[in-house]
């Protein structure tokens, strides 16, 4: 009897939400309809597709014609269509009704687009914990694909991963399959020639087999070098589907519920929180992250028995690991509330709509693929939670005092009905969020120049050029370790930040330079607070510091000031300053986005200063946001680019983050002495997103 074996195939296709219309345009031509070609090309091939909100979306609005052949295919039974939350969210970050919502939302628009609700979810990232079969399940759905990593996790055998299991959670069940490491790796990037002999290789006289692969649809034409392979010369899919029709009479493709109804599964297991292999690694800190890499290196080259029972990070550190994540899931689950809250009709409907949104995956990580430091995502994201906030409260203004970002100290939230700044009194009294409602710019949105575990590899990489060696790479196979770089010296960029980029920021500096007490990453006092104003202190150094933030203002005209005291018990000859970092999209030499002090323009990725006296003005009119920044008395200005390096599929990068803006009073104190200075930041906005919204 011939040996026989199934090949399942599920690509699965997502695009950010926040993502630029050419990034969704550039795939779409060079992997999403090449496959869908291909697959009209072979019907004898069937394969579970799996499509992201945004996404379908776009393809919906600019190539309704993709949408029509996908309908036809899976009419015809070739294609199966899967589901998963909506925007692609991590649903372990969740509340519960927001997991339900997202997947039921996500199932409900397949089954508009495609005539038939999904059985299977994609899960994003592949992030699991052992809650998520009851949530699945509750949803509607029966399977979802997890990773081998996964499988071996909850001691599954490499040679026991050819079929389905079952496993449960508070009494729903759910299949999982697991997706055969060999499977993909060498899918699309060996010859097709070694992919049939390892699937032949695998196969049984009895044919209860089946290999799973699952992974990113973009590796076929958008990966770097992967169109030439996939669809030029290379023709690696034309020529692997038809070697599939040559060798049908032991070789066959199924969907993967095509499966599910005529082969039982192998068994029960429980799987461990767990993602893929690398995300677990980019959880971790930067030199665990390069210890764990190198075990794991280690192990596999040895196929060491310990190789299974080595695990990585938890994907929930990310929020321990970046600040800026974590406020912006906090911020996430404070929408998620308000939002809950409201009476049942159309505007909680829109509310959800931007919540699941804000909900994407793309910014509550950082990886290889840029995560959180893609500062366009990053706004988007970040606009979308404004926005929901804002049909939350409608003209009332957002305030309170409570632990918003869950770290056991309590912050306050100023707000009015044109903006929200969320002050962190135990940290510098920083303002770590200033959202404006209207234009639904994130002002303080930038990054923390941080160490990351690949600065070690850039720094390798340039060191062997130097030495006139080739850094060592791997195929494209291991995009996750490709070596590239888009600049040379990029290392001398690695600048790392000694606190947070909040706005408000106080510092006091001797006649010597240096810094007197630590008013910027220290704990301040509680003094007022009000639903507009808050004051704070904190005495350090021989120094008191007094600091009221305050906010005024219209919708479109905001006010934000930041008024400082400072008393001196032995006297101080020195210097005073306030740093504000914010982020008006100002990146790659943007000619929207501006400085003006005087006659004298400069973008916002440049440096520049203007003398006290000076008006500085800076925006973007793109975004209809123009600041005008006063002082009293009159105070030196300086700005400059915040810049990380971070890695990517294209390679190492520049990144710019935002701007960091100094105000300099010199100070001279004699002792017992007290001076007051204050910044007052006028805004103006010439754009409301929520009326455009009701116009269009």
């Not at 994407?360 to 994201?381: E, K, P, Q």
């Not at 990453?521 to 704070?536: A, F, H, M, S, Y």
């Amino acid at each position: 009897m011939t040996a026989r074996i199934s090949l399942a195939l599920v690509l699965h296709n997502h695009q950010p939400v926040g993502n630029f219309g050419w990034v969704f345009e550039d795939v779409f031509k060079k992997a999403y309809e090449p496959m869908i070609g291909a697959l009209e090309r072979h019907p004898h091939v069937r394969v579970g597709l799996h499509y992201t909100g945004p996404l379908l979306e776009w393809m919906s609005a600019n190539q309704p014609e993709a949408i029509a052949r996908l309908r036809a295919l899976a009419d015809s039974g070739q294609i199966e269509i899967l589901g998963g939350g909506l925007y692609e969210p991590i649903l372990v970050s969740l509340p519960q009704r927001d997991r339900h919502g997202q997947l039921t939302r996500m199932r409900d628009e397949v089954e508009r687009l495609f005539g038939t609700a999904p059985m299977g979810a994609w899960l994003a990232e592949r992030v699991w914990e052992p809650s998520l079969p009851f949530d699945l399940a509750e949803a509607g759905y029966a399977y979802t694909v997890l990773d081998d990593n996964h499988l071996r996790g909850a001691a599954v055998k490499d040679a026991d991963m050819w079929g389905t299991y079952t496993t449960d959670d508070q009494g729903r069940r759910l299949t999982i399959f697991g997706t055969e490491k060999g499977l993909r790796y060498v899918i699309p990037f060996r010859a097709v020639d070694e992919l049939i002999e390892y699937l032949r290789a695998a196969a049984t006289e009895d044919g209860d087999r089946v290999g799973m692969m699952g992974d990113d649809g973009e590796k076929f034409g958008s990966w770097p070098g992967t169109y030439e392979h996939c669809w030029g010369e290379g023709r690696w899919v034309d020529d692997c589907f038809e070697a599939i029709a040559e060798n049908a009479d032991w070789l066959t493709t199924v969907t993967p519920s095509e499966w599910m109804s005529r082969e039982a599964p192998i068994g029960r297991i429980y799987v461990p929180t767990a993602s893929y292999v690398e995300m677990t690694e980019w959880a971790l800190p930067p030199d665990d992250a390069n210890t764990f890499h190198a075990v794991m290196a280690k192990a596999t080259e040895e196929e060491s028995v310990a190789l299974p029972f080595l695990r990585g990070g938890l994907w929930r550190n990310f929020q321990a690991r970046y600040r800026e994540i974590n406020d912006l899931h906090k911020q996430m689950l404070r929408v998620s509330a308000a939002v809950d809250a409201m009476e049942p009709g159309s505007l909680r409907e829109r509310a959800l709509d931007h919540l699941y949104r804000g909900q994407s995956n793309d910014c509550y990580w950082h990886g290889l693929f840029g995560g959180v430091y893609i500062v366009h995502m990053r706004m988007a994201t970040l606009a979308e939670l404004i926005a929901a906030e804002d049909l939350v409260s409608g003209e009332a203004a957002i305030s309170g005092k409570a632990d918003y970002d869950l770290d056991g100290y309590e912050e306050v939230l100023l707000g009015t009905p044109g903006q929200t700044v969320l002050v962190d009194v135990a940290e510098g009294a920083g303002i770590g969020s200033w959202d404006l409602r209207a234009s639904r710019v994130a002002l303080a949105s930038v990054m923390r120049r941080r160490p990351e575990a690949y600065h070690k590899a850039l720094r390798e990489m340039e060191a062997a050029k130097e030495r006139g060696e080739k850094a060592a790479g791997k195929t494209a196979s291991s995009i996750h370790d490709v070596l590239l770089a888009k600049e040379s010296g990029l290392s001398a960029a690695l600048v790392y930040d000694d606190h947070e980029r909040r706005s408000g920021l106080v510092r006091l500096m001797g006649a010597d330079g240096r810094q007197v007490g630590d008013f910027v990453n220290g704990p301040w006092e509680i003094d007022t607070t009000v639903d507009r104003q808050l004051v704070v202190t904190r005495t350090a150094g021989g120094l008191a510091l007094r600091k009221q933030i305050a906010i005024e203002g219209s919708r479109m005209y905001p006010t934000l000031s930041v008024r400082l005291s400072v008393e001196a018990e032995a006297g101080l000859d020195g210097t005073l300053e306030l740093e504000m970092n914010v982020n008006l999209s100002g990146g790659g030499g943007n000619p929207d986005a501006y400085y003006r002090s005087g006659d004298h323009e400069s973008r916002h990725d440049a440096p520049g200063n203007a003398p006290a006296g000076t008006e500085l003005r800076f925006g973007n009119q793109y975004e209809g946001v123009d600041i005008a920044a006063i002082s009293d008395p009159p105070a030196e200005m300086a700005w400059s680019p915040v810049e990380t390096v971070s890695n990517s599929e294209a390679g190492f990068e520049r990144m710019y983050q935002g701007s960091c803006l100094l105000f300099r009073w010199p100070l001279r104190l004699a002792p017992g002495e007290a001076q007051s200075f204050e910044m007052r930041f006028d805004v103006s906005q010439t754009r409301d997103r929520a009326a455009e919204k009701i116009q269009a």
